[in-house]
């Protein structure tokens, strides 16, 4: 399985970004996919996931501000940012566990700034 991330940059406070993530198996064949981080100095956390019957997790930190999704169509899982603030700053990587395996795959991170 190949995951390609899209969508990261340089954003002032307060914008908004989208990450896409483009799996190279039907996003059907994932349970779960999702958007974790890694700050610098910091390990990786959960950001967002969302199972194959489309219940999702958020970290505390982003609920109300981000909401993810997949696109059957595309085959992509997205996560869209909104009044970004400068503590998520970060590198965000998509994940996917395909269903007939424990083994986790990742995409190569996105780098996303938010700052003034």
């Known amino acids: 399985v190949q995951l390609q991330a899209s969508g990261g940059g340089l954003v002032q406070p307060g914008g908004y970004l989208r990450l896409s993530c483009a799996a190279s198996?039907?996003?059907?064949?994932?349970?779960?996919m999702g958007w974790y981080r890694q700050a610098p100095g910091s390990q990786r956390e959960l950001v967002a996931r969302?199972?194959?019957?489309?219940?999702?997790n958020y970290t505390d930190s982003v609920k109300g501000r981000f909401t993810i999704s997949r696109d059957y169509a595309k085959n992509t899982v997205d996560l869209q940012m909104n009044s970004l603030k400068p503590e998520d700053t970060a590198v965000y990587y998509c994940?996917?566990?395909?269903?007939?395996?424990?083994?986790?795959?990742w995409g190569q991170g996105t780098l996303v700034t938010v700052s003034s």
């Open positions: 994940h996917a566990r395909p269903i007939w395996t424990e083994t986790d795959y």
């Open positions: 969302v199972s194959n019957t489309g219940n999702t």
């Open positions: 198996k039907s996003v059907w064949s994932m349970n779960p």
